[in-house]
C-alpha cells in the first residue's frame, strides 16, 4: 500500500512539474492578438530559450485588457506592451509626459513597479502611434520627411489629398491636433473621410493613388507602409503620444533571473522604425509565420547562434 500512496505521489509531483514548468521555473509569454503582438513574443519566447529558459508560449493571450489583466493575475510573466497605453493604465491622458519618449517610458515603469510590481525593461525606438504617411516618390521629390515639411507643402499650395477615419479626421486629438501644432489646414475636398479605422485601407489608397489619395492615416510601425512604399512623416513637436513597445515582466521573476533584462534589451533597442514595418510586412503581407521572421531577425542580427 505505501509503495502504491508512493508511486501516486510520484506522478502527481511529476504532473505538477510539467504544468509549472520544471518546477515553476517556466516563463509564460503572452501577447495581443496582433501582428506585432505575436513577432514580438516570438522574439522573447526564442531568445530566452535559446539562453537556457524554460518557456512556456502564451501568444495571442487577448486585446490589451486580458492581457493586462493576465499579467496582474501571475497568469502570465512577461508580454510585449507600448508606452503610451500607461496614460490610460493610470489615469493619466491629460499629462503631456506621455509625448515624450523617455519621460514616457520612465513614468509608466515607476507607476507600474510601485502599484503592480510590474517592471517595463527598454523600449524599441519605434513610435506605433498616429502618424500621416505618404509616398515614398512624393516625399523625396518634395523634400517631405517630417510634419514640418507636410505644413510647408501644403500652405505653398502643394497637392494633398488625405484619406482618414472620421475620428482621425475629427478627433481633437488627432489630425486637428497635427494641423494646430503645425499651422496648416486641410479642406473637406482634400480630405476622404472613410467610416472605419482600417489604416490597410487608407494606406492602400494613398500608395494607389485611390480618388487622388496621396496621404494617408497610418499607424507608425503598420507593416503595409513598407510594403506599399510609404514614409511615415516624423512628429518633431511630439503631438501624439509615443507608442514604443517594450517587454514588461513581473517583478519577482525577473528577481530570479535578472539576466533577462540583459539578455532583452538589446534586442528591442535593436528594432527602429523601418525595421518593425519591414518585419510587420513580411508576416501580413507575405504570409510568413512570426515565429519563423522572429528566428530570421534574431540569427541575421547575432542574438541567436
Known sequence: MKRVLLLACTVIMMLA????????????????????????????????????FDVVDKSGTGPTQV????IQSSEIDIYPEYTGNGAFFFDETESDVWNDAQKG???????????NNIVWLRSAPANNTWAIAIP???AEKEGIRSLEDFADYVNRGGYVKLAGSEEFVTSSVALPAFQEAYGFTLKEDQLLTLSGGNTAQTEKAAAEGTDGVNAAMAYGTDGSL?????????????VQPVYEPAPII???????????????????????LETLQALNAKIAFEGQKAADVAREYLVANGFLK
Open 17 to 52: 512539474l510539467i504544468v509549472t514548468g520544471c518546477g515553476g521555473k517556466g516563463i509564460v509569454v503572452g501577447s495581443k492578438i496582433d501582428t506585432e503582438g505575436a513577432l514580438l513574443s516570438q522574439m522573447i519566447i526564442l531568445i530566452l530559450q535559446d539562453n537556457g
Open 67 to 70: 492581457v493586462r489583466k493576465a
Open 105 to 115: 517610458w520612465q513614468r509608466v515603469k515607476e507607476l507600474d513597479l510601485a502599484e
Open 136 to 138: 515614398g516618390e512624393l
Open 226 to 238: 513598407a510594403a506599399l512604399g510609404l514614409v511615415v512623416l516624423s512628429d518633431p513637436k511630439n
Open 250 to 272: 513581473r517583478g519577482e521573476v525577473l528577481e530570479k533571473s535578472p539576466e533577462i533584462e540583459s539578455i532583452l534589451n538589446p534586442v528591442f533597442q535593436s528594432l527602429d
